[in-house]
């Protein structure tokens, strides 16, 4: 899995702060680095909705449709995921959970259904079958690429949810990563 930022908004804790001073007509008190202080005191005060000013933007590779399920759950975010519909899979690569790992029989079973599932779409486009249809027949554990946008409420709120040790194992390194 491969995480990395390729963009957020400019000077965002100022940003942030000069929002909430809209709010309370104090943008009198802003100075270089007020920003530090005054924004602990407002989230402190649960007043969030001024973080929604600011955005960011993550390259995600390698995770699983599994886990790209679960992150098309927090819907106040933008995403735009690679297709299985236009691209060959033929060659697809695929998440293997540790709990499987761990275990060499399991994960030879494993493998071989995975082997199974790429030799079985191979076959089908062969046949004609469209790309489209084809993929379904590929696991949740193929993987997947994608950029994923969200407001720092929204990132705060999928932080507070995923970085959870009772989140699913492959979205808490995700969320971590963010």
């Known amino acids: 899995m491969i995480v990395k930022l ?47 000013h600011a955005m960011a933007t993550f390259e995600i590779l ?9 992150l098309v759950r927090h819907r106040l975010a933008s995403i735009s995921q690679q297709s299985q519909r236009y691209i060959n899979a033929s060659e ?17 079973k494993y493998e071989n259904i995975i082997a199974d599932a790429k030799d079985l779409y191979s076959y089908l486009i062969q046949a004609g079958i469209k790309k489209e249809d084809a993929r379904f027949i590929l696991p949740n554990a193929t993987t997947t690429n994608l950029i994923f946008s969200a407001n720092f409420r929204e990132l705060r709120h999928i932080f507070k949810l995923r970085c959870h040790k009772s989140s699913q194992w492959e979205f808490q390194i995700l969320a971590k990563k963010m």
Do not use: M
């Open 6 to 52: 390729i963009s957020i908004t400019p000077n965002a804790e100022k940003l942030i702060e000069y929002a909430a001073r809209i709010c309370y007509n104090s943008q009198a008190k802003i100075t270089d680095n007020s920003y530090k202080t005054f924004i602990p005191k407002i989230l402190e005060k649960h007043h969030e909705d001024v973080i929604e």
């Open 62 to 70: 390698g995770i699983s449709r599994s886990c790209s399920h679960e």
């Open 92 to 108: 697809f690569n695929f998440v293997t959970p540790d709990a499987i790992l761990a275990d060499s029989n399991l994960n030879w």
